[in-house]
């Protein structure tokens, strides 16, 4: 699983002109699931980001997670994070799970950040045609892949 992590000010997810969600202060989440991704993938990134020190504390020094803060998630699904970009001039996904295996871990990694503790979880629709609206605070983005995890 990819994740781009975005520290937010704000942000929010419209579906055919109509506001679906909208956080407050916290992180947009935009999540790619890839093929061979697995639930244990799932829990090891949902327990990073929720532990993500990225939100700055009194002396301006990042030391405060989402959870410090009370912060929100948002989270979005990006097939596009498994873009292989590598020949030629158009991305294949083919990297990215089928909608059949990505929904369900998708659905799962966002129970899994409420499970870490995150009180208020918000997504977009999977598969939908989203417009995503976001206020970057410092700006802040960070790109985590479960695989890479320790």
């Known amino acids: 699983m990819i994740a781009v992590v975005q520290r937010v000010k704000n942000a929010s997810v419209t579906i055919e002109s109509k506001l679906y969600s909208e956080i ?3 992180f947009l989440v935009l999540l790619g699931v890839m093929r061979g991704d697995t639930k244990a993938d799932a829990d090891k990134l949902a327990a990073k980001i929720a532990n993500l020190r990225i ?6 020094k990042m030391n405060l997670s989402c959870l410090d803060i009370n912060g929100q998630i948002l989270v979005v699904s990006q097939f596009t994070l498994g873009a292989d ?42 598969g939908a045609d989203m417009a995503v609206n976001l ?3 410092g700006p802040v983005t960070i790109i985590l892949d479960s695989k890479e995890l320790k």
């Open 24 to 26: 407050s202060q916290g």
């Open 55 to 60: 939100f700055e504390d009194d002396n301006e």
């Open 85 to 126: 970009c590598t020949h030629g001039r158009r991305p294949n996904f083919l990297n990215a799970a089928p909608p059949d295996e990505a929904n369900p871990l998708y659905e799962y990694f966002s129970n899994q950040l409420s499970v870490n503790g995150i009180s208020d979880v918000k997504t977009g629709v999977f």
């Open 135 to 137: 206020l970057n605070d």
